[in-house]
T-cell receptor
Framework: GENVEQHPSTLSVQEGDSAVIKCTYS??????FPWYKQELGKGPQLIID?????GEKKDQRIAVTLNKTAKHFSLHITETQPEDSAVYFC???????????FGAGTILRVKS | NAGVTQTPKFQVLKTGQSMTLQCAQD?????MSWYRQDPGMGLRLIHY???????DQGEVPNGYNVSRSTTEDFPLRLLSAAPSQTSVYFC??????????????FGQGTRLTVV
């Protein structure tokens, strides 16, 4: 089955700096790659997603890149703010049934 | 719209007891699923459903049962609780679309402790 690895497990940055989180996946049939943000005591919330027919997607300060050949995808957050502090999860699915396989998560701390 | 509603928010069970975690969505989504979240392991899929009357196992189904008699509800049953089932449980729903999987909406979670 699919296996998703996520790095780093914790990331501390200064406010205004960029943050990058990387994930690799094993199943070449995976074609949907969402990123979720989870705040303390809450359920995960989608921040951006990308499909396998696209190499890059951007939404304001957040961007995701996908390299299908290498089976890895990355989340880029620019101009980080204290409210970006949270746990971030990458995930992968084969595109039907939304059977997501998650990475272990990255704790992002933005220091002001 | 309430979105995805899970009850209860907190629960303590004794080993061997059974209980049902409730999940309801009001967005008319076809897909619903249950995940458990353990420290350092992300979320793992327990069971999922692609429509009323259709359920299937995920990555960690042992010790859990589900049913989907309506589009709105997807309860998760613990048959005989064990300490290893201490976790935070999340229910999620998402629509079926032509382009494939899309945003999953998660509930607020149920924190379950088995003693």
């Amino acid at each position: 089955g699919e296996n998703v690895e996520q790095h780093p497990s914790t990331l501390s940055v200064q406010e205004g700096d960029s943050a990058v989180i990387k994930c690799t996946y094993s199943d070449s049939a995976s074609n949907y790659f969402p990123w979720y943000k989870q705040e303390l005591g809450k359920g995960p919330q989608l921040i951006i997603d990308i499909r396998s027919n696209v190499g890059e997607k951007k939404d304001q300060r957040i961007a995701v890149t996908l390299n299908k050949t290498a089976k890895h995808f990355s989340l880029h957050i620019t101009e980080t703010q204290p409210e970006d502090s949270a746990v971030y999860f990458c995930a992968a699915s084969r595109g039907y049934g939304n059977k997501l396989v998650f990475g272990a998560g990255t704790i992002l701390r933005v220091k002001s | 719209n309430a979105g995805v509603t899970q009850t209860p928010k907190f629960q303590v069970l004794k080993t061997g007891q059974s209980m049902t975690l409730q999940c309801a969505q009001d967005m008319n989504h076809e897909y619903m699923s249950w995940y458990r979240q353990d420290p350092g392991m992300g979320l793992r899929l327990i069971h999922y459903s692609v429509g009323a009357g259709i359920t299937d196992q995920g990555e960690v189904p042992n010790g859990y049962n589900v049913s989907r008699s309506t589009t709105e509800d997807f309860p998760l049953r613990l048959l005989s609780a064990a300490p290893s089932q201490t976790s935070v449980y999340f229910c999620a729903s998402s629509p079926e679309t032509r382009q494939g999987d899309t945003e999953a909406f998660f509930g607020q979670g149920t924190r379950l402790t088995v003693v």
